[in-house]
């Protein structure tokens, strides 16, 4: 059995007649009645009712029809997949993407990255703090997204684009803001438990120190934004997310940011793509690269 008879018999089905079958197929009439009978031959049965004017499956043909066509798509699969390792695309591409980082306006990119290369598979890696810088200088991953300093970013010497901004905001629940009793100085919260996610890579750098974490300060730790969120929001403890993961939560009254008088907790961070300065370029790093170009403002 060969798939061109299975993509013959595929043809006569959909058509319903062995002419309109060669017409599509760019093959001759006793072509392709051939290679029916040729089929027919190797299952030792008909696999149409020739009586009516359309030719009809029987219902051995119809089991011999629905297992071709699972042939057929697999075969088609794997054509496709050996097509793409020929022009060089690669197998997997590893994206660092900080947790802090607003997925939605990645999605553009990866929709194209997905329709352009559906044969690769691409593993979205989350990282915390320098754990994205350390997964690019490693060769874990092709290349990151991450809010970070342009200036730790030339001081490994990283090749990057700027994409954005991403506010981040110290908030806490209002149960536990009413239990600081108002405080005015950052000083005044240090008995309050500072909710902070860890680092994920090998802190470097400007991340030698806990930014924005007081001495003394009672402090618990979490491996993902999701979990200090949900910390947050129960009472547990105040801290730093960014405003997209909490604008429905502040809107609704289920946190509030935390405002002193004579500290100014919430900031500004760019948001950058970065990837090293000579990295070996497959065609999937490459679009990737120009998508985030064409985002950048």
Do not use: C
Request: charged share 25%.
């Amino acid at each position: 059995m060969k798939l061109d008879q299975l993509k013959v018999l595929r043809a006569v089905v959909e058509t319903g007649a062995v002419k309109t079958a060669a017409e599509r197929l760019n093959r001759t009439q006793p072509a392709i009645s051939q290679a029916l009978k040729a089929l027919e031959f190797q299952t030792g049965t008909e696999l149409f009712d020739r009586s009516g004017y359309r030719l009809e499956l029987t219902p051995v043909g119809k089991r011999v029809y629905l297992q071709s066509l699972r042939v057929l798509t697999e075969a088609e699969d794997l054509g496709q997949l050996i097509r793409h390792f020929e022009n060089g695309q690669e197998e997997t591409i590893t994206i660092a993407v900080d947790a802090s980082t607003d997925l939605n306006a990645l999605t553009p990119v990866l929709f194209k990255l997905q329709t352009t290369f559906p044969e690769t598979r691409v593993v979205l890696r989350p990282e915390v703090l320098s754990g994205a810088i350390q997964a690019v200088t490693s060769g874990t991953a092709a290349i990151a997204v991450s809010p970070m300093s342009s200036i730790m970013l030339e001081d490994e010497g990283l090749e990057y684009i700027p994409l954005g901004t991403s506010t981040l905001r110290n908030v806490a629940a209002p149960s536990l803001w009413e239990a600081m009793g108002n405080p005015t100085r950052l000083s005044d919260m240090r008995r309050f438990h500072q909710v902070i996610a860890s680092d994920s890579g090998q802190a470097g750098g400007l991340f030698d120190r806990e930014l924005g974490v007081q001495k003394g300060q009672r402090r618990w730790y979490v491996g993902d934004l999701n979990t200090k969120k949900h910390l947050l929001i129960a009472g547990l403890g105040w801290g730093r997310l960014p405003e997209h993961m909490i604008a429905k939560e502040l809107h609704q009254g289920h946190l509030r940011e935390i405002d002193l008088p004579h500290t100014h907790l919430a900031f500004d961070a760019t948001v950058y793509a970065f990837r090293q300065s000579k990295p070996i370029i497959g065609s999937v790093a490459e679009l990737l690269w120009k998508e985030f170009e064409a985002l950048s403002p």
